[in-house]
């Protein structure tokens, strides 16, 4: 079984992953901040390429249903507002780190795949139910099975044993029995060592209850 130490050895390694993305840190720091300004905000943003191109791809998306298209950055700020623009950039973490923790691993496609499955279905319902934070509810069905993620590629040869017990017993009880926590509790504690919303955190903390 994977000893508590060993869990909080792994937790710690991966609170250090948004390190690599920090402009987008550096922009949710002042979206928290109720005494920056959007032109700050703007100056960040801007400074990475791939990141303010990131963001305006996004905004253009269906999932806003904007009537004129956005070119800059301050624009989406205007159209969408800061809280929006604070759920692209973290979509935007969240893909790449969904990409660096799949790595090269089969099972890790399955994992994937599930989770866009999950996303799409869940704006589908959002949209069915007019609710208007759309973008929000495909986030957490992306960040879906993170934590399943978490566990393949920070316990290559648990996970295994674990994929073989899955064969007799249901997965919770199989993650269980292997690693002494379920994956969506594990997800949980990722989002909170990454500081994502309670939104977010929330999503995981019901689906364990459920």
Do not use: C
Request: cysteine-free; hydrophobic content about 50%; aromatic content about 10%.
């Amino acid at each position: 079984k994977m000893l508590a130490e060993g869990r909080q050895q792994a937790i710690a390694r991966l609170k250090a992953l948004p390190a690599f993305y920090p402009t987008v840190q550096k922009a949710l720091r002042l979206l928290d901040d109720p005494l920056s300004s959007d032109f700050q905000l703007q100056q960040v943003i801007s400074t990475d390429q791939a990141v303010a191109a990131r963001v305006l791809q996004l905004a253009n998306s269906a999932y806003f249903g904007l009537l004129s298209r956005v070119t800059t950055v301050s624009l989406a700020l205007t159209l969408i507002g800061r809280e929006r623009v604070g759920t692209l950039l973290r979509r935007f973490l969240a893909e790449e780190m969904l990409l660096m923790l799949s790595g090269r691993k089969p099972a890790a496609g399955r994992i994937r795949e599930l989770s866009v499955v999950t996303a799409t279905a869940a704006h589908s319902m959002a949209e069915r139910l007019l609710r208007d934070d759309k973008e929000e509810i495909l986030l957490a069905g992306l960040l879906h099975n993170i934590g399943e993620l978490v566990l393949l590629s920070q316990f290559r040869d648990q996970y295994g044993e674990m994929a073989r017990l899955r064969d007799q017993v249901s997965q919770p009880a199989a993650e269980k029995a292997v690693f002494g926590v379920e994956s969506p509790v594990v997800g949980r504690w990722l989002l909170e060592a990454w500081n994502f919303p309670d939104f977010f955190v929330a999503h995981f903390f019901y689906r364990y209850l459920f």
